[in-house]
């Protein structure tokens, strides 16, 4: 059984996986995926020559299961029309080339943040339609649910090694130099300013909305952000923590004028301090950065003042 730090390591590498992976990259995560969970039942589908895939990516032979992948880049549901309009032909497509083996038809989707509701009317529509077969989603909590079904080798296979809690407990100094030198690095760019650096409030986690396992991320980050704290202040540069701390918040600023969720604006900045696949060591040390930066400058909003009554 895995431990709850387990979960929340790697439901973070999973949801930075589904956003990154687009297109054909996601349909091989779901295909490895599914093959590792159901073995030989799952049978892996591709288009060969001009005879195409007959709106099939995958088929679970035991249920009749067909698969139809959805992988936007970054996870992004803003292109509606082009989804709603994939369903309709990828089902008309399998109806009618596969009508003898299937028996079920879902569609599986890296829109972590949900899919918008024209997308639920079209599945509600072809299910209407064909009363004899049954219709379905896979997002976010699908994956998960199957991921975490799998032998812990299995899961680390997709999903990369995570961090335990002796890492966290000996967060390593090479480690801080270097992510703290890569976010000094990315701060060059970002035009400085003096503004005060505001105490994050205690309630701030629940005033940003973010979900658990990002909470529990930056709330087990701060057992380390005194070590960034003390790094940063005896650094040769004194100016690198309001250099870096400026250079956070034009990121942040900039996400959010994307109208990403908060979710997605953390996703991107962990990320933006690790890099990709990056190793349990500096994991920590970034989960650190990210609980020092959250507590003691503007990447997420503080909540205002209540006026007196």
Excluded at 154 to 170: A, W
Excluded at 196 to 210: E, G, M, S, Y
Excluded at 226 to 248: K, L, N, V
Aim: overall charge negative.
């Amino acid at each position: 059984m895995l431990t709850a730090d387990q979960r929340y390591w790697w439901r973070i590498a999973l949801e930075l996986k589904l956003r990154k992976c687009s297109g054909d990259a996601f349909q091989e995560f779901f295909s490895t995926m599914m093959g590792k969970l159901h073995r030989d039942d799952f049978v892996r589908v591709r288009p060969f020559g001009n005879l195409g895939d007959k709106g099939c990516d995958g088929y679970l032979s035991s249920t009749g299961q067909v698969f139809q992948c959805y992988g936007a880049l970054n996870g992004d549901s803003g292109k509606v029309a082009y989804l709603i309009s994939k369903m309709a032909s990828d089902y008309a497509k399998a109806s009618e080339k596969l009508s003898s083996i299937m028996k079920e038809w879902h569609m599986a989707h890296n829109l972590v943040d949900g899919l918008p509701v024209e997308a639920v009317q079209t599945l509600e529509s072809l299910r209407k339609k064909d009363t004899k077969r049954n219709f379905g989603f896979i997002g976010y909590e699908g994956f998960e649910a199957r991921i975490f079904s799998l032998a812990e080798n299995d899961i680390e296979d997709l999903l990369g090694t995570i961090v335990t809690t002796q890492d966290v407990q000996n967060m390593q100094p090479i480690a801080v130099r270097d992510v703290i030198a890569f976010a000094a690095e990315s701060a060059k760019t970002a035009v400085f300013d003096t503004a005060t650096i505001k105490p994050v409030p205690p309630n701030k986690l629940d005033f940003n909305q973010l979900p658990g396992h990002w909470r529990a991320l930056i709330s087990g980050g701060w057992q380390n952000a005194h070590i960034i704290d003390s790094y940063i202040a005896g650094h040769f540069d004194p100016m690198i923590g309001e250099r870096i701390a400026q250079a956070f918040r034009v990121r942040y600023i900039y996400l959010k004028s994307q109208n990403l969720p908060p979710a997605a604006i953390m996703d991107f900045l962990y990320e933006s301090i690790t890099g990709p696949g990056a190793q349990p060591e500096r994991q920590v040390a970034a989960q650190a950065l990210l609980a020092y930066l959250f507590e003691s400058c503007d990447i997420f909003e503080d909540e205002e003042a209540k006026v007196p009554q």
